[in-house]
């Protein structure tokens, strides 16, 4: 598997790991296939209940949506204790702040038993509006949270430098470096009849038996924790919409930093929250999400969020990090936790963590867990990844079907008009020639790569994002490097190389 171009804050500021590659054939109790936050998370819970665990990772740990996330730990998602309580009642709502803020506890556990230094800070989290307008929105939020027993109260006082129409404020809360404390648990996971496998790509999933590239693992349980599932015979893909946004981060004074995390209600979203960094302070600022293929010059959407820091934080320095990644939007809001196939208990996943995956995969990882484990957990039916909620579902159930069928077919007709020969190294393009299509990238060195279009997954058209030198697929997010090597699932074959002429 490939690696992005413009790595992370995280990633930079984190040791590269070396974990072997699977190598043979082996039994485990539980395979865990993805080393995120959910499946590092349930791994790390098996093994300290006593189970044998087999953790296979495609690329290196910690380098997929986890390692690239903004790592707010938070029950505050938005404004959506209303929609929950509309949705899933008042009890649905409950359940959703109880599990959230369990999940911040249990991180703030880890932290604490095992001593892990990933910079965790409490914060309290601000929801707020710009515009009159969405007070109202935010006082029913203020209501349905309280209800919901979360301690949050509605103000106008916040430390931004401009003035919001209003704020939920929701004490408690938590943020951290994701893989300095990911890295850390996964350091626990290896021995005793356990394992952290890296490059190493799941192919699939007969009965309980994870067939892999390098070996095979035979498990009792597994926990496909890909993000969206490879597999998928459960089709997640028609209810998990891949959404991409981007972060940028400045230095900064401590004196002109505000002090808290920060998500407006409105839209474009503006994600905002410190990192300490040594011995000074980072803002980052996040947002300007997309649907995949819906964006032409991605390298704007950088620009955008720079020109926001800047304008509302003129100390601070120039941006010194700029990273992109996507989640899967549930069609509801809530993931999607439990069985992958109905036919079988004993292979789950969890996704659609709709861009809060922190606390998430945290508790997707403790419900899976309880499962496996054979203990009833009070939180199993609101996540029932087989659920359906009409009433919830529908509009986004079917735009996000609508738009991937749409770019299955607008995808495969339309190419970029430029000349091969013009492409400079980092450049890529769909290229026509007579009925043929080719997806064609020039390496820094000069060479050409040809490629074809065809994503490995379910067969749309990927398109060429220059401003992370991918070939992103809009229908469910597949990503590959220019070179045609998988950057990101669902898909885990290569794009298929083609001769140039
Ligand atoms: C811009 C942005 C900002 C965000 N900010 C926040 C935030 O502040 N707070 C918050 O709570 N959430 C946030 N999120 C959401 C959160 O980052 C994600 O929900 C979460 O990281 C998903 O974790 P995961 O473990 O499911 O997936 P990942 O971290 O992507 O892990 C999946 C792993 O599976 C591996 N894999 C895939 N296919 C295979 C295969 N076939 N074989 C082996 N391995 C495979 C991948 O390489 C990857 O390492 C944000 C999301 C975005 C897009
Ligand atoms: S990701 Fe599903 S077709 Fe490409």
Request: net charge negative; proline share 5%; hydrophobic share 35%.
């Amino acid at each position: 598997m490939g690696a992005p171009p413009n790595p992370s804050y995280w990633v930079l500021t984190t040791p590269e790991t070396d974990y072997p590659a699977l190598a043979g054939e082996m039994d485990v109790d539980v395979c865990v296939i993805g080393a995120g936050i959910a499946g590092l998370t349930a791994a790390t819970l098996l093994k300290r209940e006593g189970k044998t665990v087999a953790v296979v990772e495609g690329k290196r740990i910690v380098r997929g949506a986890t390692g690239y996330t903004t790592a707010k730990i938070t029950s505050g998602h938005g404004a959506i204790y209303g929609d929950l309580e509309d949705n899933f009642g008042a009890d649905g709502a409950r359940i959703y702040a109880e599990s959230n803020e369990a999940a911040l506890a249990r991180v703030a556990q880890f932290v604490e038993e095992d001593g892990i230094d990933c910079d965790f800070e409490r914060k309290a989290n601000f929801v707020f509006a710009e515009s009159q307008d969405e007070v109202p929105k935010l006082k029913k939020e203020v209501d349905a949270a309280k209800r919901a027993g979360l301690d949050v109260a509605l103000t106008s006082e916040t430390s931004l430098p401009f003035d919001v129409a209003g704020a939920v404020r929701l004490e408690n809360q938590a943020q951290f470096h994701p893989r300095k404390y990911l890295l850390a648990l996964a350091a626990t996971i290896p021995g005793d009849g356990s394992h952290v496998f890296e490059r190493t790509i799941a192919q699939d999933v007969k009965g309980t038996t994870v067939r892999a590239s390098g070996g095979t693992v035979r498990a009792k349980d597994v926990i496909v924790a890909t993000h969206l599932p490879f597999e998928d015979s459960g089709l997640f893909f028609t209810k998990a919409h891949v959404h991409r946004s981007y972060a940028v981060a400045a230095p900064i004074d401590a004196s002109a930093a505000p002090d808290g995390m920060f998500i407006n209600s409105g839209t474009p979203t503006r994600s905002i929250r410190t990192i300490p960094d040594g011995d000074r302070l980072l803002l980052q600022v996040g947002g300007e999400g997309h649907k995949i293929g819906d964006e032409e010059d991605p390298a704007q959407r950088y620009r955008t969020l720079e020109e926001y820091l800047g304008e509302h934080w003129p100390q601070a320095g120039p941006v010194e990090y700029r990273w992109s990644t996507q989640d899967y939007m549930s069609v509801d809001r809530v993931p999607y936790i439990g069985r992958l196939r109905r036919t079988s208990g004993h292979v789950l996943t969890a996704t659609g963590f709709s861009k809060w995956g922190m606390t998430g995969g945290t508790l997707a990882a403790m419900l899976l867990s309880d499962g496996i484990l054979g203990r009833a957990n009070p939180w199993a039916d609101l996540y029932e990844a087989k659920r359906i909620k009409p009433k919830a579902s529908f509009k986004r159930f079917v735009s996000g079907n609508v738009s991937a069928g749409k770019h299955f077919v607008a995808d495969r007709l339309r190419s970029d008009d430029v000349d091969i020969e013009s492409l400079g190294p980092g450049d890529g393009a769909i290229v026509r020639k007579g009925a043929h299509k080719r997806a064609v990238y020039r390496d820094e060195t000069g060479a050409l790569h040809a490629l074809s279009p065809v994503c490995q997954h379910l067969y749309c058209h990927v398109i060429w994002n220059p401003a992370e030198q991918s070939w992103d697929c809009p229908c469910h997010g597949s990503r590959y490097s220019g070179d045609g090597q998988v950057i990101q699932g669902p898909t885990v074959k290569p794009l298929k190389r083609l001769d140039l002429t």
